[in-house]
């Protein structure tokens, strides 16, 4: 409990700023251990997932700013315990790698206070992705808890995200109202991020200009195909960095995931 | 397992058509049931939340059409054993009851495919609420589930909803934008609903003229504050059912469920 209650009283921006400098590192890796996929060598443990992402995080810290389970593939028993697991795990031996909910959350106010328990004070998560849609009102119950990183969805990765995100409200697509929203509103404890896709360098780039050096989580490199020189140079701020770019797949279910995530990290700062 | 294999073949549509038609029910109990909220007298059982929802459903079901948890308040390990005995419980005594997941999810195609899993083929619900901001092709893991319910968020019923569902798009709210693009492009296997909350009847007019008889889940009654007679005046379809009337707290946390719920559906009948 002891490290645990260091990493909560810790301001988001200050965890990221040393574990960027320590690890030279701006890659985040994507604990999607889905069941079904992992190698059945772990299934012989009374806990695969956990087993899986211990041996994972055991061949990849040293590479990784951040470590993001995404919450779709532990919605059971077994999968909260093993999400509880890793990020024991984390706070014990990593206790300055940054941890991400990819959970993509949003419900009404006092709702929200539900998730907001169990991902930042159960689990001890530094940060969750939310869908902006409920707005900043409804959000609150995170917005509020001033240490954690708030990270918004603002234009995502996948096929077919133009079908709203891409609306023109007062002269502008909706995501880049979402982006002007969240900078100028919603950012009083500057405890908040965005989501932007590695498939759109473009967006990135207009966004960066919008939110000045705001993080910016960048899903889609690797198995999604974003371009990882474009990402950089578009998406990087004033100071080199304040981008998160997150490989999952790519990295988790490879051959050699170390050799990929070294591989990843060298190729980020080269570009940098 | 074969009441549930049952469950799992019926459309979403005949199930809640079979149901309304033998409890003479429009009414939705949410079992927004927070351990820190139940009566302290349940916290002596090994699973506090599975049996508070026990004694909820005991005391209602003969008034209700659906239950609906809220999975926020079940996100832990005790959370989702006491939702995997909850829906087992419901799959067994009443098995012609709706169940709804109000999750409110949406993620990238492939890793939806996780929340498909546990709460469709695990938890067995028969329906979840999503969040359209990720728009169509992301959602299709859930659509594609011909037989399930998949309940779009359109303008929900917190303060500060008009932040982004209120912004003008091709000339009318989003949330109408949304209402139309479900109706008109989204609801091929007719298993689409839609979330418009109690606090804005006449939004619930304008959908409800969008989208036909498709049935629209109405939270905001009760503790919320929405306006029972102006909900059924604006929200009815052609064959006076259609809407889904949610209240969560105002029944399973007041003195006596069974004549909360009671009085509801018969407010709700008489408005009928």
């Not at 701006?26 to 190698?39: E, F, H, V, Y």
């Not at 909260?80 to 990593?94: D, G, I, M, S």
């Not at 995170?142 to 077919?160: A, D, M, P, Q």
């Not at 007062?170 to 002007?180: F, G």
Request: proline residues 4%.
């Amino acid at each position: 409990m002891g490290q645990k209650a260091w990493i909560l009283r810790m301001h988001i921006l200050d965890k990221l700023a040393q574990r960027i400098e320590k690890a030279n590192s701006l890659l985040c890796i994507g604990l999607d251990s889905r069941l079904d996929k992992i190698p059945q060598s772990f299934y012989s443990d009374p806990h695969p997932q956990f087993a899986f992402n211990r041996w994972i995080i055991e061949q990849t810290h040293t590479y990784t700013l951040a470590y993001k389970p995404n919450l779709a593939f532990y919605e059971s028993v077994s999968g909260y315990q093993a999400l509880e697991k890793t990020l024991a795990y984390l706070h014990e031996y990593h206790p300055d790698i940054v941890t991400i909910a990819d959970a993509k959350r949003a419900d009404i106010g006092s709702t929200n206070e539900g998730y907001v328990h169990s991902i930042f004070d159960e689990l001890g998560f530094d940060a969750i992705t939310l869908n902006p849609y409920l707005g900043y009102t409804a959000l609150l119950p995170f917005l509020e808890r001033k240490e954690k990183g708030c990270i918004i969805l603002c234009r995502t990765s996948n096929v077919g995200a133009d079908e709203f995100q891409n609306l023109i409200v007062e002269d502008r697509p909706l995501w880049q109202y979402v982006a002007e929203r969240v900078s100028k509103h919603w950012n009083q404890y500057h405890n908040c991020m965005l989501v932007v896709g590695a498939t759109q360098p473009s967006v990135l780039k207009q966004v960066r200009h919008i939110v000045g050096d705001m993080p910016i989580l960048v899903p889609g490199i690797g198995a999604q195909g974003g371009d990882l020189a474009a990402v950089l140079l578009n998406g990087l701020d004033s100071q080199k960095r304040g981008i998160i770019i997150n490989a999952s797949r790519s990295i988790i279910f490879s051959e050699n995931p170390a050799h990929q995530a070294q591989v990843l990290q060298q190729q980020i700062n080269a570009y940098r």
